[in-house]
């Protein structure tokens, strides 16, 4: 087996994050602002955020609208 990708090591990081620290870690590696964003790092929460992560993030959005 490689050494994992950029993927896979945001995959290893989110998992063992507590839920209150996920949005400072997407933060952080976001490449924001900047010419691009880190698409590895987007992806991986997608396919690792747990659901009450995911719901908190669409109150929050919901309340700045």
Do not use: K, W
């Not at 602002?33 to 396919?47: H, I, K, T, V």
């Not at 747990?50 to 669409?58: G, M, N, W």
């Amino acid at each position: 087996m490689g050494r994992p990708t950029q993927l896979e090591r945001h995959q290893a990081v989110l998992r063992g994050l507590p839920a209150a620290e996920i949005a400072d870690y997407l933060t952080v590696h976001s490449g924001l602002p900047g010419p691009r964003s880190n698409l590895e790092a987007l992806q991986a929460f997608g396919d690792v955020a747990p659901t009450e992560v995911l719901l908190e993030f669409c109150r929050t959005a919901r309340r700045r609208d």
